[in-house]
């Protein structure tokens, strides 16, 4: 819906960390509380996928390729998504999506922000 912005990304050496912050300010808190959390990342030249979520009673989820590296979390109060990257790698280079799906209604979309690894 691109009601989400998504900031922290850049350039990154191999190895490095890096925060990713999406900013939701645009919805309501008691919507934000009963919706769960997502990033998905589109490599160049592949298809997005979902690299982590967080669910509305604060559970969380990984892909493989990211598992134990990555860490999604929230503040409700500042009504934000981070998505923290430890040890990245040159193909976790991609745009990242920040995504917020309240219950039984339509998913908000950010932007992206790119985030490019060296190695």
């Known amino acids: 819906q691109g009601q989400l912005v998504e900031s922290g990304g850049g350039l990154v050496q191999a190895g490095g960390s890096l925060r990713l912050s999406c900013a939701a300010s645009?919805?309501?808190?008691?919507?934000?509380?009963?919706?769960?959390m997502n990033w998905y990342r589109q490599p160049p030249g592949k298809q997005r996928e979902l690299v982590a979520a967080?669910?509305?009673?604060?559970?969380?989820n990984y892909a493989d390729s990211v598992k134990g590296r990555f860490t999604i979390s929230r503040d409700y109060a500042k009504k934000r998504v981070y998505l923290d990257m430890n040890d990245v790698k040159p193909e976790d280079t991609a745009i990242y999506y920040c995504?917020?799906?309240?219950?039984?209604?339509?998913?908000?979309w950010g932007q992206g922000t790119q985030v490019t690894v060296s190695s």
């Open positions: 995504n917020i799906v309240p219950r039984g209604s339509a998913a908000y």
């Open positions: 645009r919805i309501i808190t008691s919507v934000l509380w009963a919706s769960d």
């Open positions: 967080i669910t509305s009673d604060g559970s969380t």
